[in-house]
Antibody
């Protein structure tokens, strides 16, 4: 079955950096686009970033993270990453990786999600 | 950005009742709207995509309808496990956006 397992979250000071990882299994990772979504404590969902199956064709970021976050993937290792620099208090959230369902359109719906990893930005 | 407004914010209802949740988009998203369910401490789960298509393994009591700017998620007869928060999400244009959620709680 599809499994997505995030790791790398933790407590970091404002201005600091953190790298999140998402280990994928149970499907052919290189066939799927992937995305990161976050959820601040007690709040709703916010899309963060999106990457094409090859990591080259399409990469998008939310304006709130553009220039600070970098999404990447290693298809040989079935792994998705999110490098987060210059972190702010408002980046505090649970970060989920999600698989993008392969259907026509700008992006597919998010058909499988990991359990999330908590990032806390605080001094 | 496309803003999705969900209503009501909270729906207090009972098992066995019918639940109707609304999602309104600030501009047309065609049929590119999905619904997710999230329970406390869990990741969201895809229920419905492209307005009316049930995702794999989703019970038939969940149905979606609508197009353009107005969408509805209907749960025909609430089961105890259906009490959760429901989010809509559009994939018609970047950035992808989510609604603020509707909490379905036990009355």
């Amino acid at each position: 079955q599809v499994q997505l397992v995030e790791s790398g979250g933790g407590l970091v000071k404002p201005g600091g950096s953190l790298r999140l990882s998402c280990a994928a299994s149970g499907f052919t990772f290189s066939d799927y686009y992937m995305s990161w979504i976050r959820q601040a404590p007690g709040k709703g969902l916010e899309w963060v970033s999106y990457i094409s199956h090859d990591g080259l064709y399409t990469i998008y970021y939310a304006d709130s993270v553009k220039g600070r976050f970098t999404i990447s993937r290693d298809n040989a290792k079935n792994s998705l990453s999110l490098q987060m620099n210059n972190l702010r208090a408002e980046d505090t959230a649970v970060y989920y990786c999600a698989r993008v369902k392969s259907v026509p359109g700008v992006s597919g719906p998010l058909d499988n999600w990991g359990q999330g990893t908590l990032v806390t930005v605080s001094s | 950005d496309i803003v999705l407004t969900q209503s009501p914010a909270t729906l207090s209802t009972s098992p066995g009742e019918r639940a109707t949740l609304s999602c309104r988009a600030s501009q047309s998203v065609s049929s590119y709207l999905a619904w997710y369910q999230q329970k406390p401490g869990q990741a969201p789960r895809l229920l419905i995509y492209d307005a009316s298509n049930r995702a794999t393994g989703i019970p038939a009591r969940f149905s979606g309808s609508g197009s353009g700017t107005d969408f509805t998620l209907t749960i025909s007869s609430l089961e105890p496990e259906d009490f959760a928060i429901y989010y809509c999400q559009q994939r018609n244009s970047w950035p992808l956006t989510f609604g603020g959620g509707t909490k379905v709680e036990i009355k």
